[in-house]
């Protein structure tokens, strides 16, 4: 069975399909920011994911805010 999201950190990201050259990519869910992540692969989007997370829980620190999901 397909996996329909990932989960980093207690941040949610959409899994979608490019059909033009069957790379994947996504946004994480319930932000007030549109952030959004890619990859070739499974591992690369997850990966990718990841990172930009880290990147957002980073900038939130640095703007003194409280980063919405702990995990």
């Known amino acids: 069975m397909a ?3 990932v989960i980093h ?3 949610h990201g959409t ?3 490019n ?3 069957y ?8 932000i007030d920011e549109e952030i ?3 990859g070739k692969t499974f591992a ?3 990966d990718d994911f990841k990172r930009v997370v880290e990147a ?3 900038s939130c620190k640095e703007k003194g805010v409280e980063p919405p999901f702990r995990g």
């Open 3 to 5: 996996q329909k999201t």
């Open 19 to 21: 059909t033009e050259d």
């Open 23 to 30: 790379s994947l990519f996504g946004t994480i869910l319930f």
């Open 9 to 11: 950190k207690g941040y």
């Open 36 to 38: 959004c992540y890619s």
């Open 56 to 58: 957002h829980i980073q």
């Open 44 to 46: 690369e989007l997850e």
């Open 15 to 17: 899994i979608k399909v």
